[in-house]
């Protein structure tokens, strides 16, 4: 797992603005593929999305952080 500040999160509080995504974004890959996972502020929610592989399609939300980490565990497996 690697772990960043969102790129989103940085513009906007560099703008002054409210972000809607939360200050992290963490990405899990394993040889089936690569998910990005980011927090939603403004509705509590966490939502993965498939970068290489073609895992599953659009988007996933979840209401935890921990829902979210092992629906990417199942996948990645």
Sequence with gaps: MEKTTHKAYAELEKSGYDSFIGKYHYFYSSPKGEISLIQLTREPAW???????????????????????????????
């Design 47 to 77: 939502e993965i999305y498939s970068l290489k592989g073609k895992l599953f399609q659009d988007v996933e939300r979840f209401k935890t952080k921990k829902e979210a980490e092992n629906r990417i565990k199942d996948l990645l497996e």
